[in-house]
C-alpha cells in the first residue's frame, strides 16, 4: 500500500499574543511529505507557538498551516492522523504503560482488545515491554518519554509534531532517544516537524533545519550528510554542526570568533 | 518486617495514651470523691455500657444508619454537583465562592428546619447529616477539578475527546485524591449532623438512635449513660472515618502516594 503523505506547509504565518507581543513574524516553510525538519532557535524564538498553530492548539493571528496532499489538494486533518508529543510525556498516572499508549485508541474509538493489542505492538518495537504493566510514577523520566514517543505511533499517524522531547532528560539519555526518535520516524513515515534546542540532534536526525530568531525565520537548510555519514564523531558530521551552529549563532547575534 | 514494625509503633502509641488517660480518669475521680453525677468513673461507665448493652447497640445502629446514608447522599451530590461548578465557568465563577462561605455557616442550626420540612423522625437525622457533609466534598471536588493538570487536559482536547469523555476519563480519576481528603472530613461531620437531627428530631421508641439516649438520659440525671452513648456515637464516627479512609486508600494508594513515594526516590 502506498500512503498518501501530506506536505505540512506554513504560510506566512504570525501570531501576536495579546499585549502585542509578536511571538511569530511571517513565517513560511515546508516540510516535505514525509520528511523530518528540524525546528532551532533560542528559547523564546517562537518554536512551540508554531507548533501548537499546526496541531491546532492555538491560532495565527494572520497566514495558515496547511496539510497538502499528494495531488496538489487539502489533506484531512483529524486526531488520527496527526500526533503531538511534547516535552513533558502527560501520562496519566493511574494508567499502566499498555493503557497510557492505548488512550488515543480508546478517544478514537477503537474496540478494548484490538487498541490493547495495537498498543502492546508499539510497546515491544519500542523494547519497553518488560515495563508495560508499570505506572507512569515507577518509570525513569526518559522511559516516560520513550512511552510519550510510543503513544504517538499508535495511531499510524501521517503527521508527527515534536516539541523538544528531550529536553528534559541527560545527554546519554539524549542519544538513546534521538535513536528512538529516528526510528519513530522510520516506523510511521510521518511528516515530522521536531522543535529541539540540540544543534547535534537537529543535524543527526533532519533532512532540513530552519533556524528561527525572534519569531522569524533566519535561515532554511537542507541537511546534505547522507544517512550513513550521520555518525556523531564523523568530520563530515561535525562539520555540518559546525556550520548551523555558526547560524544559530548569528542569528541570536552572538560573536563567535 | 519494617513495616510491620512501623504499623505496631503507630497503633501502639494512641492506645498507649488513651490508656494512661483513662487510668488517670479513674485515679482522680477515686481520690478527689466528685459525685457520679457530675463525671463517672470509666470503670462505671463500662458497667453501665454492658448493662445497658441493648439499648446502646441498638441506638448505635440507627445513629450509623442515619450518618451512613446521610454521608452517602452527600458524597453523591457533592461530587456530581461540584464537578458540574468546576466544568461550567460561570457556575464557577459563581457558585464556588458560595460553597466556601457556606461551609462557615455552622449547618447544623438548620436542624430544626429540617423538622419542619421532614417531620420528626429517620430523614431529618439524615437530611441532617448530608447538610453538614456535603459542603466538604464539594468544595474538595471542585479543587481537585480545577487544578487538573493543564497539559493533561490540551492531550484530551487534541484527540477530540468531548466533555463527558474528559470528565470520566481524566477530571474525576484526576481529583480522586483531593475528594478522599473531603469525604474522610464528610464522614467525620456527617456523625455530628445525625446526632444533632436526633437531638432535634425526637424519635423515639425502643430503637431510640444515640443522641436520644443522651437526651433521655441526661433528663433522667444519668450521667454514665450519657457518657457511654457518647463514647459509641465516638465509636460510629470512627468506623465510618475509617471506612472511607480504607476505601480512599484502596483508590487511590497504587497511584498517588505510592507514585509520589517511587518518584522521590528516583531523584
Ligand atoms: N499564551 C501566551 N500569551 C502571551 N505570550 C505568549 C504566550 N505563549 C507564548 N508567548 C510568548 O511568545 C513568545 C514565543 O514563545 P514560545 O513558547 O513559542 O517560545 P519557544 O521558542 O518555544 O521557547 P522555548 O525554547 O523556551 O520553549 C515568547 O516571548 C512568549 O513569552
Ligand atoms: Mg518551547
Redesign the interface.
Known amino acids: 500500500m502506498i500512503r498518501k503523505l501530506p506536505t505540512l506547509d506554513f504560510q506566512s504565518v504570525s501570531r501576536i499574543f495579546s499585549g502585542g507581543v509578536y511571538a511569530l513574524k511571517e513565517v513560511s516553510f515546508s516540510i516535505p511529505a514525509g520528511g523530518l525538519t528540524a525546528v532551532i532557535g533560542p528559547s523564546g524564538c517562537g518554536k512551540t507557538t508554531l507548533l501548537r498553530i499546526a ?3 492555538e491560532r495565527a493571528t494572520t497566514g495558515s498551516v496547511k496539510l497538502i496532499g499528494p495531488d496538489g489538494g487539502a489533506y484531512e486533518r483529524a ?1 488520527e492522523n496527526l500526533s ?1 508529543c ?1 516535552q ?1 510525556a ?1 501520562l ?3 494508567r499502566n504503560v499498555t493503557d497510557n499508549v492505548a ?2 485508541l ?3 474509538g477503537v474496540s478494548r482488545n484490538e487498541r490493547i493489542a495495537r498498543a502492546n505492538q508499539v510497546i515491544a518495537a519500542a523494547g519497553l515491554s518488560s515495563a508495560q504493566a508499570r ?4 518509570l ?1 523520566g526518559g522511559m516516560r518519554m520513550r512511552v510519550a514517543l510510543a503513544r504517538t505511533l499508535v495511531t499510524s499517524p501521517d503527521v508527527l509534531l515534536l516539541d523538544e522531547p528531550c529536553s528534559a532528560v541527560d545527554e546519554f539519555t539524549r542519544m538513546q532517544l534521538d535513536e528512538e526518535i529516528f526510528r519513530v520516524w522510520q516506523v510511521s513515515g510521518a511528516t515530522t516537524m521536531l522543535i529541539t534546542h540540540s544543534v547535534s540532534e537537529a543535524v543527526w536526525l533532519a533532512d532540513q533545519i530552519v533556524v528561527m530568531n525572534m519569531g522569524s525565520i533566519h535561515e532554511i537548510r537542507k541537511v546534505a550528510l547522507p544517512r550513513n555519514a550521520r555518525n556523531r564523531t564523523s568530520a563530515a558530521f561535525l562539520l555540518e554542526v559546525e556550520t548551523v551552529m555558526r547560524s544559530l549563532a548569528c542569528a541570536a547575534g552572538v560573536v563567535v570568533e | 518486617m519494617m513495616r510491620v514494625m512501623k504499623s505496631i509503633r503507630m497503633i501502639a502509641a494512641p492506645v498507649i495514651a488513651v490508656t494512661f488517660i483513662l487510668v488517670a480518669w479513674q485515679i482522680a475521680v477515686m481520690m478527689s470523691g466528685v459525685s457520679a453525677f457530675l463525671v463517672p468513673s470509666p470503670l462505671a461507665i463500662g458497667q453501665t455500657m454492658w448493662a445497658s448493652s441493648d439499648r446502646l447497640i441498638g441506638g448505635a445502629i440507627q445513629t450509623a444508619m442515619a450518618s451512613t446514608i446521610g454521608f452517602v447522599i452527600a458524597a453523591v451530590i457533592g461530587i456530581l454537583v461540584g464537578s458540574m461548578i468546576a466544568a461550567v465557568p460561570f457556575l464557577r465563577r459563581s457558585l464556588y465562592p458560595l460553597a466556601t462561605i457556606l461551609q462557615m455557616v455552622p449547618l447544623v442550626a438548620v436542624a430544626p428546619l429540617l423538622v419542619i420540612w421532614l417531620g420528626f423522625g429517620l430523614p431529618t437525622a439524615i437530611a441532617a447529616a448530608t447538610v453538614v457533609a456535603v459542603f466538604p466534598v464539594l468544595a474538595a471536588t471542585i479543587d481537585g477539578q480545577v487544578s487538573v493538570d493543564p497539559g493533561l487536559r490540551e492531550f484530551f482536547l487534541l484527540h477530540g475527546a468531548s466533555a463527558w469523555t474528559r470528565w470520566r476519563k481524566l477530571d474525576l480519576p484526576a481529583s480522586i485524591p483531593a475528594i478522599v481528603t473531603g469525604l474522610r472530613i464528610a464522614a467525620g461531620l456527617a456523625v455530628i449532623g445525625a446526632i444533632v437531627g436526633e437531638f432535634v428530631s425526637g424519635y423515639g421508641g425502643p430503637n431510640a438512635p444515640l443522641g436520644i439516649v443522651i437526651m433521655t438520659a441526661m433528663r433522667e440525671a444519668r450521667t454514665d449513660l450519657v457518657f457511654a452513648a457518647i463514647a459509641l456515637s465516638a465509636v460510629v464516627g470512627f468506623a465510618l472515618f475509617g471506612a472511607v479512609s480504607c476505601l480512599g486508600w484502596l483508590l487511590v494508594s497504587r497511584w498517588h502516594a505510592s507514585g509520589v513515594n517511587s518518584l522521590e526516590q528516583s531523584k
Open positions: 496541531a491546532g492548539l486526531s503531538v511534547f513533558d502527560r496519566l498516572p493511574w488512550l488515543p480508546e478517544l478514537a505506572l507512569p510514577a515507577q525513569s
